[in-house]
T-cell receptor, first 115, second 108 residues
């Protein structure tokens, strides 16, 4: 089975621009979560999508948004980029188990640099 | 918000030594996961512990879930340079929370 794929792997933008990141989950996984990872804050939860609906949202400003398509692929958008948005953005997919397990499988990430 | 605290933050040891890293919380978790992350890559799931008191072994790695399901530990026996990486514990359902991680360096 192919793993989680993320595109692009690297991205350089300037302040004020917007960016869209893409994630393709493992086949059969319907839940996709996004995380921001920085040296200072670690791995922080952005949002989770399940069946095209945002089910959970972390504590990030409205500039961060996402969506999920009917094939479970997901995109994340950041508008009006700030220097502090420079980070590794990770996507993870999971096969939701209603028994309490939420094992996440991560993609390689998109390294975003804002200049 | 369920917070996970990991210790130590950094650990540098020689090949062949044993080590233990900890993941603690004041909240009860239905399960905890341990991940290892290498530079520039996404975290890789190592194990999930579900039952209080559970012990799971993965080659030289031993994972334990506390009886009260509030804490977990990872013990590595005879560490090797290939064990070098960032070890993360995580828990939650839907909005997964991660600890800050333990950065392990194993020197040959």
């Amino acid at each position: 089975k192919a793993g989680v794929t993320q595109t692009p792997r690297y991205l350089i933008k300037t302040r004020g621009q917007q960016v869209t990141l893409s994630c393709s989950p493992i086949s059969g996984h319907r839940s996709v979560s996004w995380y921001q990872q920085t040296p200072g804050q670690g791995l922080q939860f952005l949002f989770e999508y399940f069946s095209e609906t945002q089910r959970n949202k972390g504590n990030f400003p409205g500039r961060f948004s996402g969506r999920q398509f009917s094939n479970s692929r997901s995109e994340m958008n950041v508008s009006t980029l700030e220097l502090g948005d420079s980070a590794l953005y990770l996507c993870a997919s999971s096969l939701i188990s209603f028994g309490g397990l939420n094992e996440q499988f991560f993609g390689p990430g998109t390294r975003l640099t804002v200049l | 918000t369920q917070l996970l605290e990991q210790s130590p933050q950094f650990l540098s040891i020689q090949e062949g030594e044993n080590l233990t890293v900890y993941c603690n919380s004041s909240s009860v978790f239905s399960s905890l996961q341990w991940y290892r992350q290498e530079p520039g890559e996404g975290p890789v799931l190592l194990v999930t512990v579900v039952t209080g008191g559970e012990v799971k072994k993965l080659k030289r790695l031993t994972f334990q879930f506390g009886d009260a399901r509030k804490d977990s530990s990872l013990h590595i026996t005879a560490a090797q340079p290939g064990d070098t990486g960032l070890y993360l514990c995580a828990g939650g359902y839907g909005d997964m929370r991660f600890g800050a991680g333990t950065r392990l360096t194993v020197k040959p």
